[in-house]
């Protein structure tokens, strides 16, 4: 039985459940080495994250601290759906795997369509458009991932600063940390490229191999179909098309455009991920948050100093 398995056989029942980043999917420039210390991450989509929660408690004490106990349960809506509906716990022992952690993300199946349908966040929007390893999942979870990663094709295709296969898989994978709070000094430096190059024919086959808007050329190049483009531009997100639509005249002034929706990814990255860590250190604890963010930049200093030499 490999982990993945033992994961869910030991958790609540859940809708969906994917793993992702660096510990599920490979990135290049990570040994097998500093996989063995890598925390091990996973979104689970369930039918209510309350009463997940509470099975949870009884099934697996252990993953949650007083504080998880008292608050997660019991959280105010408002709370819940700050930054975003999922609520993140890392941490986590495997009970068949000496040694390792894991984190997951639980979020309710209405939150998560909210999200991917409206990009009220890109939490799960930014992780589930990058390769992601598939444990369990439904027709409908599977259409929301997959109408949520053409959105997110045709939102880069508009802000591509160079026509390339590769400029475009990195601005794919980049959308969900730009503007993000945490990225400076907890992030990999070249997470983006690592993410990328680790992936490559996966997130080709995912972007590139089948699509409308743009050919390929043998050079690598794009030319990209902006009038097609623009023709699916209005089956984008909620929030995004309100925000275009209040701040900009005229779509087809794609400088504009590209200004508009540079500044939306910015506004909304940087006011979820700081609400994110608010919620982080009121369901987690103050003592777990730090030590986790301590671990992550302790991480980060490695691949700078890797890199350096």
Known sequence: MDKTESLLINLPS??????YG????????YSSESLKTTMDDYI??????????KKNILMNKEHYTLSRRLVIPNMPRFMEVMGTGVTFIPGLPYKDVPN?????GVVAFSDFKEELITWNSLALAGRLSKPILKI????????????????VLIVSLLLLEENSVDSLLKKICSLSFYGDVRSNGFENPNKISNIVYGNYEELYDLYIRKNKYFQVML?????INYEELLLDFYNLP????????SNTSDISELQELKSCINQFIYNLNF????????KSFVTTGLFASLSYLVQKRKKAKVHILTNQK
């Open 22 to 29: 660096s510990g599920i999917k490979k990135q290049l420039n």
């Open 271 to 278: 006011s979820c991920s700081l609400k994110l860590s608010i």
């Open 44 to 53: 689970l989509i369930v039918e209510n994250s309350r009463e997940w929660h």
């Open 100 to 104: 390792k952690f894991y984190k997951i």
């Open 14 to 19: 859940v809708i969906a459940a994917f793993g």
């Open 238 to 245: 909620n929030k995004l098309l309100e925000y275009v639509c």
């Open 136 to 151: 369990k999942s439904s027709k409908e979870v599977d259409n929301l991932i997959e109408q949520n990663r053409n959105s």
């Open 219 to 223: 050079d690598k190049k794009i030319i």
